[in-house]
């Protein structure tokens, strides 16, 4: 039990974090009630323009960011918190999978919230962002093995 806690928990509480957010919690709406009077807190004379391109960006990033902490949190749980001898291209494929079907899931989710849009371009920079993750995991294990050399 005490290796599930400390390998699947974290996991689990992301899950949780993440679909939280994917309600109206974190809308477009609601990220711009804090973003949009910080940037202008920075900078008073900004465009509307440049305050919406802005926004997005912050947005499609939270996507990048949100996606490669699961998948460094599947990667860590699969490889500590089992006790199954798995190849490393399998734990790659089934966390890249993993984090691909959660990310349609999620975007599925968000098509029920009046608040939200559902989009597939939003999928894809999800499954950048698992990418990115198992890259920093790929890195992280090959100096570690290195180190050990």
Request: hydrophobic share 55%.
């Amino acid at each position: 039990m005490q290796r599930f806690l400390r390998y699947w928990l974290p996991v689990l509480i992301w899950l949780g974090v993440m679909f939280v957010g994917s309600t109206g919690l974190l809308s477009a709406e609601q990220t711009s009630r804090f973003l949009v009077p910080l940037l202008r807190w920075l900078k008073p004379d900004i465009s509307a323009e440049a305050l919406a391109q802005i926004h997005f960006v912050v947005r499609k990033l939270g996507h990048i960011f949100e996606y490669a902490l699961l998948a460094m949190l599947l990667w860590r749980a699969m490889r500590g918190g089992t006790n199954l001898r798995i190849r490393m291209s399998f734990v790659f494929a089934a966390v890249w999978l993993t984090c691909g079907v959660f990310a349609v899931s999620d975007e599925f989710h968000q098509s029920f919230m009046p608040s939200r849009t559902a989009a597939s371009s939003d999928v894809l920079i999800d499954i950048c962002g698992a990418t990115i993750g198992l890259a920093i995991c790929l890195m992280s294990r090959a100096s570690t093995v290195r180190r050990h050399r």
